[in-house]
């Protein structure tokens, strides 16, 4: 069989290739959105640390009230943040990894269509369940990290908190 016979030509040109690679297609877009919003997640990480930054520079300094409660504070804080930059990162990994997974498998369709036959039909199918798995794994993993985010949050709030009674109590003495 020669590449360009008639057979082939017609595989090549048939629109099952494309509507064939779509649920893939489909799949990709939505680890490149989990992708994107991960990425701001790890940017606000970023952003949040640097603040901490300043807050301890401040401290060294003498610059901030209650020194030591915002050390305990700020160590406790660093450390949860350090944690989910690590799940972000792990997650982001695993989706990188499912798109690819995702892409081969859409690679592998097409090429079927085109070149084999049901014989072969199961290894796209296999690529595409791994990419699954590797989706699964991310969204997880980005469960676990929104636990610690929440954590993160109310411990903010808390510390927020201490300083409004603080600064009630130094107000009525």
Do not use: H
Not at 14 to 22: A, E, Q, V
Not at 52 to 63: C, D, L, N, Q, S
Not at 140 to 169: C, D, G, W
């Amino acid at each position: 069989m020669t590449l360009f016979d008639k057979e082939t030509l017609e595989a090549l040109s048939s629109s099952r290739i494309l509507t064939s690679m779509i649920t893939p297609a489909v799949l990709i877009s939505a680890c490149g959105t989990l992708i994107f919003s991960t990425s701001a997640r790890l940017g606000r990480i970023f952003d949040r640390v640097n603040v901490m930054k300043v807050e301890v520079e401040a401290v060294i300094t003498g610059k901030i009230s209650f020194p030591n409660e915002r050390m305990v504070f700020l160590q406790d804080q660093l450390a949860m943040a350090r944690k989910r930059a690590t799940l972000i990162q792990k997650a982001m990994a695993t989706l990188y990894s499912a798109t690819a997974l995702f892409v081969a498998s859409s690679l592998g369709i097409a090429a079927n269509v085109a070149f084999g036959g049901p014989e072969l039909a199961w290894i796209p199918t296999l690529i595409a369940l791994s990419g699954g798995v590797f989706l699964f794994v991310a969204s997880t993993l980005l469960l676990y990290e929104s636990r610690f985010n929440l954590k993160f949050v109310n411990r903010n709030i808390e510390f927020i908190e201490f300083l409004q009674a603080k600064a009630i109590e130094q107000n009525k003495l």
